[in-house]
């Protein structure tokens, strides 16, 4: 069965960093991009990035480009999003997903607030 | 950027109803988008991928379609278990970009 779980929400304070992590199992992690989605409270969904299956290649939405980070660990199934300078309008549930988005992860919530 | 406009934000019916939501695309996608659902508290479920293929397990009652740079998901014989958000997502060109959603309610 392939799962997905996110950690390292939380609630931080603004201009702060976090780093999330979303454990993988079940398949192959190192045959799969790996990708990043956040939804804002009652918001809809926002496309961070992706990452394939080296590392050598990682995409992002221009706007965030410049906050966020996301890395992998294939040795330990493990992906990541570190994020720097964090705002209020950072505030969300941040999902992973596998390529494609067939399968996602239950989300984390993380919320910028002092 | 490519944008996704999704319309109707909000979609009452009534259940036994057939109902179609349907994104426009700024730019040729191709094929290249995938439908979800959303429930209250719960992740995004893929539904129809490839603009028109059912996913596993989803409902012979959804079916997606395309005209031009318009894409559709339709629900037959609407169902209680059906009322959620749905989005489109384009996977043709980075960034990758979803339509603003559409809540599908009991009229």
């Known amino acids: 069965e392939v799962k997905l779980v996110e950690s390292g929400g939380g609630l931080v304070q603004p201009g702060r960093s976090l780093k999330l992590s979303c454990a993988a199992s079940?398949?192959?992690?190192?045959?799969?991009?790996m990708g990043w989605v956040r939804q804002a409270p009652g918001k809809g969904l926002e496309w961070i990035g992706e990452i394939n299956q080296d590392s050598s290649t990682i995409n992002y939405t221009p706007s965030l480009k410049d906050k966020f980070t996301i890395s992998r660990d294939n040795a330990q199934n493990t992906l990541y999003l570190q994020m720097s300078k964090l705002g209020s309008e950072d505030t969300a549930i941040y999902y992973c997903a596998r390529a494609k988005f067939l399968y996602w992860g239950q989300g984390v919530m993380v919320t910028v607030s002092s | 950027d490519i944008q996704m406009t999704q319309s109707p934000s909000s979609l009452p019916a009534s259940l036994g109803d057939r109902v179609t939501i349907t994104c426009r695309a700024s730019q040729d996608i191709g094929n290249y988008l995938r439908w979800f659902q959303q429930k209250p508290g719960k992740s995004p479920r893929l539904m129809i991928y490839g603009a028109t293929n059912l996913a596993a397990g989803v409902p012979s009652r959804f079916s997606g379609s395309r005209s031009g740079s318009d894409y559709s998901l339709t629900i037959n014989s609407l169902e209680s278990e059906d009322m959620a958000i749905y989005y489109c997502l384009q996977h043709n060109e980075y960034p990758f970009t979803f339509g603003s959603g559409t809540k599908l309610e009991i009229k």
């Open positions: 079940g398949f192959s992690f190192n045959d799969y991009w």
